[in-house]
């Protein structure tokens, strides 16, 4: 009985202290990587990196089209919403 029982607790002791140490070693790697996260999402956002070595114009939409777009997204703001005041009353239904 006694070395079933010491054979169980071996069983689940083992696997219990390697998780914990797992749990640490996490940190310890987490803490290493500080910040690399936002340097990561700063880096992939900029488009030009470089922008002195390519002198070359602008390509992308003319002059009218980019001011009419620019007007109508201006106008999207101008709106006034409307708002609906909508007043909910459970009174013990379903």
């Not at 006694?2 to 140490?21: A, H, Q």
């Not at 790697?29 to 602008?58: C, H, M, W, Y």
């Not at 002059?63 to 013990?92: C, E, L, M, P, R």
Request: charged share 20%; proline share 3%; aromatic share 8%.
């Amino acid at each position: 009985m006694k070395k079933k029982l010491m054979l169980w607790t071996i069983i689940f002791i083992i696997p219990v202290i390697s998780g914990c140490t797992a749990i640490y070693d996490r940190h310890a790697k987490l803490e290493l990587n500080k910040g690399r996260s936002f340097e990561t999402a700063r880096f992939n956002q900029t488009l030009n990196a470089d922008p002195e070595i390519n002198v070359d114009p602008i390509q992308g939409l003319d002059g009218n089209v980019a001011n009419y777009t620019i007007d109508n997204y201006h106008k999207n703001f101008q709106k006034a919403q409307s708002t609906t005041n909508v007043i909910n009353i459970n009174a013990g239904g379903k």
